[in-house]
């Protein structure tokens, strides 16, 4: 019994570490002001939305992105830089 309890435990820890690690990341350069937001390079489909998105510094980012809980769990949402 203190085994399984023992292993549910180790899981959710390791559950929410993976969240913390995800909406805080460590690669990205912050962007200046804002405390959730943060620099990416993404792809565009055909439609113009952000896919393939990856954190990455100022100099590389192609869009501006945050996480967003949605009903669904952690969403991302990025918006398009511009040219500078």
Same mark, same amino acid.
């Given at each position: 019994?203190?085994?399984?309890?023992?292993?549910?435990?180790?899981?959710?820890?390791?559950? @929410?570490?993976? @969240? @913390?690690?995800?909406?805080?990341?460590?690669?990205?350069?912050?962007?200046?002001? /804002?405390?959730?937001?943060?620099?990416?390079?993404?792809?565009?489909?055909? *439609?113009?939305?952000?896919? /393939?998105?990856?954190?990455?510094?100022?100099?590389?980012? /192609?869009?501006?992105?945050?996480?967003?809980?949605?009903? *669904?769990?952690?969403? *991302?949402?990025?918006?398009?830089?511009?040219?500078?």
């Amino acid at each position: 019994m203190n085994t399984r309890i023992a292993s549910w435990a180790t899981a959710a820890e390791l559950t @929410v570490s993976a @969240v @913390v690690a995800t909406a805080a990341p460590a690669s990205a350069d912050m962007v200046p002001g /804002s405390s959730t937001q943060f620099y990416a390079y993404c792809a565009v489909d055909l *439609l113009g939305v952000p896919v /393939s998105c990856t954190q990455t510094d100022q100099a590389h980012s /192609s869009h501006i992105c945050q996480y967003l809980a949605t009903p *669904l769990g952690l969403g *991302l949402d990025c918006i398009q830089r511009s040219a500078q």
